[in-house]
């Protein structure tokens, strides 16, 4: 693991999202509560909805363009639709967010 | 006395009072003991502060150790002595009043109140909550006192529910959006919040204070940054603590938040040791009382030399406020695999969430029924596998053991006297003596029994009966839900929304009995809508709870980039507007220039993060929002009318303007498009519009319902008038009624087949002064939402930009 500070979690709104561009494309950064987030890939498998731009409820989020719901736990995609979204370990430390660079790199040479 | 060790400890608090306990019954000749403390006292359970501030107790009965206590023990006492210096390498503690050679040296320096550094904060009348000064100067506060708390956590609360108490009047101020948001989630703020505000006490959340105003050194009032003045002759901040570590510090002791600590409570220095709120131990500091005696047990072996090894455990919460029953436990934070499992009983106020992991349960919050609190902490704690009874894990120990759970053998389980219906006092016997008597659906049950016929929120529980009692028999009602959070449909939630005052999300979520943590996609967006519409004033709108298009206040286009659509007056522009968009096209490369069926021009394909700044430049040219992506107005149509056309009866053109600068920025069910046409040929396409104006030599013809959609409808007349100003009425008017009327995403059409054109006669046509009212609730909403939004968003341009760039690092 190495983690890299992506910005303050103040910056992210309450069950709001903001991108993060990386070597591999862009990774959302969700808010899910006061102090819980989540690291996925912005964009949905169905039509390359940016997911970032979803309604967020629960651990979940839901895409704009067609409603698919992805579990940002898993990454898999909720209910009736078949996909997965890539997760990244991100953690909280001192009201600075911190992601997992170790893991886009895996995923780059993969 | 040579013999015997000696040992110092500086700091008289709980934590080390009970490494004194410890310690003098395992080993009561081994040391030779001193015990420093700054205040003039020794320990006291500082935890029950709040109920002698409340008047529950007195000082006297919250005392841990006495005089007597200590002489027992040969302890000598330095109270109300700070300690000035401590030579490591001599292994000398210097008081006030001399020096002290020791062997080990314990610091138990607790922690400090943190004080915001705003202007004013060292006036007098502006206090923490910390020690016995601190409570005496609250007991002073009763009746005609008014005091403000700074922090809605758990002592700040404590503080607030005691002097209100004593009859003060007491506000407290929250930065946060709810109250105690380490320990609780919204849903469970929002009841505590409720009850503090039927003990009378003012809750201001979100808000951040800015200055406190004083006179002659005295405090006077708190300023807030939205510019609200808070009267108060005391004020307690009650925003935190700190480690207390400057002595250790200034003695060179390894520190980091708090004085570094190993698993045996042991210092950098072999011969020091730390216990209580001044350690940080594995990246934690602590500031409840269940780590502190744990700490303090292994302190007391280490120093006997034996081996003791302190392991963080798994923390649990409770209010001590008369009739707040609340409970917090475990952790809440990210993690793979988490599930929640939520139950609320709006009758009794109760509201429960259980998060699990794997087959584990991690967290747990509960209010209003807190008697099961001990035995889901003690799942927590030990980690006990809770896969056999998940199903109805959140009913409590009652409902397990036995065979494998049913999810509707809880409902089966409830003994016959079990209340269902809390608004009428209906029993389950009486409901299943209906359903033996032949009432088979939720119409006749509630005919029969009067169950759920009230608030409703019971409609599931009596439908799970139903199912229980007649199996395949019955059958679900065909009036579907808002969506699987909830049993109610939209009507039931817009009549409860009213009838309730139900004036945020999470007192949606709570007295409406929602089965999720905040909702989905499907509902938020309904309720923020329901809200923002009955409650102007009180509610704000959500942008996290609006689509895309109106939470970035342009329309997404299906690769990404968004479409940018500046307001038309009635379709009127002029060339400069026209440069200032030809410009702001060729700045921000703009693919693609439309001109639009609502007579305005759409530049498509805009990135995301340039958005607040091609705003920022359409607004110096004096150009806002056209909302071309709302579920509000959208455009009003106009044809040129008597300016220009030779059959014009009317200046529709300007009726077209007036209209849209009464009816912009506001929100609707959804999207709601108008025009006017001067003259009966009606070039503006007014009679397939939401609301369409056609002008006559007499007067103006306002007809509404039609839509040239999915479906493609023709309006139908609801009422001519003789005058502009009437005209404007009766489009305010009806707006509004559509507003408060419809299910969301609803077109006024549909709405209009669902109440009927004869109601819409009736209540704004023919009643002067139904509609004069409904045009006044119509213009009070538009008090706050007649804005730009592109305005206020241009100034916050960073939120469009990614929060970090992570292409920029240099590759490896």
């Known amino acids: ?110 | 006395m040579s013999s015997k060790q000696k040992l110092v400890i500086i700091g008289a608090g709980m934590a080390s009072g009970r490494m004194l306990e410890h310690l003098t019954d395992a080993a009561p000749d081994a040391f030779d003991i001193t015990l420093f403390n700054a205040e003039p006292r020794g320990n006291y359970n500082r935890i029950m502060l709040s109920p002698v501030l409340a008047g529950d107790q007195s000082y006297e009965d919250i005392v841990t150790h006495d005089d007597a206590w200590y002489a027992a023990r040969g302890i000598t006492c330095r109270f109300g002595e700070r300690v000035t210096a401590i030579d490591r390498a001599a292994k000398v503690v210097t008081g006030e009043s001399g020096p002290v050679a020791y062997d080990h040296l314990v610091f138990g320096t607790g922690s400090d109140p943190f004080m915001i550094p705003m202007p004013g904060h060292d006036l007098d009348g502006v206090i923490a909550y910390r020690d016995l000064e601190d409570t005496e100067q609250m007991m002073a506060m009763g009746a005609g006192n008014r005091v403000v708390v700074i922090g809605g956590g758990l002592l700040g609360l404590e503080a607030a529910a005691g002097m209100a108490a004593r009859g003060a009047d007491v506000t407290v101020v929250h930065i946060m959006g709810h109250l105690m948001e380490r320990q609780l989630d919204p849903a469970a703020g929002y009841l505590l919040r409720k009850s503090l505000e039927e003990k009378g006490i003012k809750v201001l959340l979100n808000a951040k204070s800015t200055e406190i105003a004083g006179e002659n050194g005295q405090v006077r009032a708190l300023l807030l940054e939205d510019g609200t003045v808070l009267p108060c002759d005391l004020l307690v901040m009650a925003v935190g603590i700190r480690p207390s570590i400057a002595l250790a510090q200034e003695t060179g002791l390894a520190v980091g938040r708090g004085i570094h600590v190993d698993d045996q409570m042991r210092t950098s220095d072999p011969s020091v040791f730390a216990v209580g709120e001044c350690v940080e131990h594995d990246g934690a500091v602590f500031g409840l009382v269940a780590p502190l005696y744990d700490q303090a047990k292994v302190l007391a072996e280490t120093l006997q030399g034996r081996d003791a090894v302190y392991k963080q455990k798994s923390l649990s919460t409770k209010l001590k406020v008369t009739g707040c029953d609340l409970f917090s436990a475990g952790d809440f934070a990210e993690g793979d695999g988490r599930e929640d499992i939520v139950f609320r009983d709006p009758a009794r106020g109760v509201y429960k969430r259980l998060v699990i992991e794997g087959d584990r349960l991690v967290g747990a919050v509960m209010y209003g029924d807190t008697a099961d609190s001990n035995w889901f902490f003690g799942l927590i704690r030990d980690g006990d596998d809770v896969s056999d009874m998940r199903e109805t894990l959140i009913f409590g120990p009652a409902f397990q053991g036995g065979g494998a759970a049913d999810p509707l053998s809880a409902v089966a389980a409830l003994p016959p006297e079990a209340e269902i219906c809390g608004c009428n006092g209906v029993c389950k016997s009486t409901i299943t003596d209906a359903i033996a008597a032949g009432a088979t659906d939720l119409g006749a049950i509630r005919a029969e029994t009067k169950a759920s016929a009230s608030c409703g929120t019971c409609t599931g529980l009596v439908e799970q009966l139903l199912q229980v009692s007649l199996g395949d028999a019955f059958q679900m009602p065909t009036e579907q839900p808002i969506c699987g959070c909830c049993d109610l449909t939209h009507e039931d939630v817009r009549r409860l929304i009213k009838s309730q005052a139900l004036k945020s999300q999470e007192a949606v979520w709570q007295e409406l009995g929602w089965k999720t943590v905040n909702g989905c996609h499907v509902c938020r967006p309904a309720v923020n809508f329901y809200l923002l519409v009955d409650w102007p004033l009180d509610y704000r709108d959500d942008p996290q709870s609006r689509f895309v298009n109106e939470r970035k206040h342009a329309n997404i286009q299906k690769d990404g980039t968004f479409s940018v659509v500046p307001r038309m007056w009635g379709g009127i522009t002029t060339p400069d507007e026209l440069r200032a968009i030809a410009d702001a096209a060729d700045k921000y490369q703009v693919p693609t220039v439309k001109v639009t069926g609502g007579q305005r021009i759409d530049l498509l394909g805009v990135k995301g993060e340039d958005l607040p700044f091609i705003w920022a430049d359409l607004n110096k040219a004096g150009m806002v929002s056209g909302h071309a992506y709302s579920k509000g107005l959208r455009t009003v149509k106009t044809c040129v009318g008597t300016d220009h056309c030779r059959f014009g009866t009317q200046d529709s053109t300007g009726l077209g303007i007036k209209l849209e600068q009464v009816l912009w920025g506001s929100w609707t069910p959804h999207k709601l498009k108008l025009a006017v046409s001067g003259c009966p040929r009606n070039c503006a396409e007014a009679t397939c519009k939401d609301i369409g104006v056609v002008c006559v030599d007499s007067g103006y013809q306002i007809s509404i319902g039609g839509a040239a959609g999915m479906d493609v409808k023709e309006t139908e007349l609801l009422v001519q008038v003789a005058t502009e100003e009437e005209a404007i009425e009766v489009v305010m008017a009806v707006t509004q009624a559509y507003r408060e009327g419809a299910k969301y995403l609803d077109r006024l059409y549909k709405w209009m087949a669902k109440v009927g054109l004869d109601w819409i006669k009736d209540t704004l046509v023919d009643d002067l002064e139904n509609r004069r009212a409904h045009a006044e609730r119509f213009e009070l909403s538009q008090s706050i939402y007649r804005t730009d939004p592109w305005a206020e968003h241009a100034k916050q341009a960073q939120r469009y930009q990614p929060l970090s760039d992570l292409t920029l690092e240099a590759a490896e």
């Open chain 1, 1 to 110: 693991m190495s983690w890299i500070d992506i910005g303050a979690l103040d910056d992210v709104p309450l069950r709001g999202a903001r991108l993060v561009k990386t070597r591999v494309g862009c990774v959302a950064v969700f808010r899910t509560a006061e102090a819980e987030v989540f690291a996925a890939s912005n964009t949905c498998p169905h039509k390359n909805g940016p997911l970032s731009e979803g309604i967020i409820h629960g651990q979940s989020v839901t895409c704009p363009l067609h409603n698919w719901v992805f579990d940002l736990n898993t990454g898999e995609a909720q209910g009736a639709d078949d996909g997965r979204i890539a997760t990244y370990p991100v953690r909280i430390d001192g009201g600075r967010i911190l992601l997992d660079a170790a893991s886009l790199d895996q995923r780059s040479a993969a």
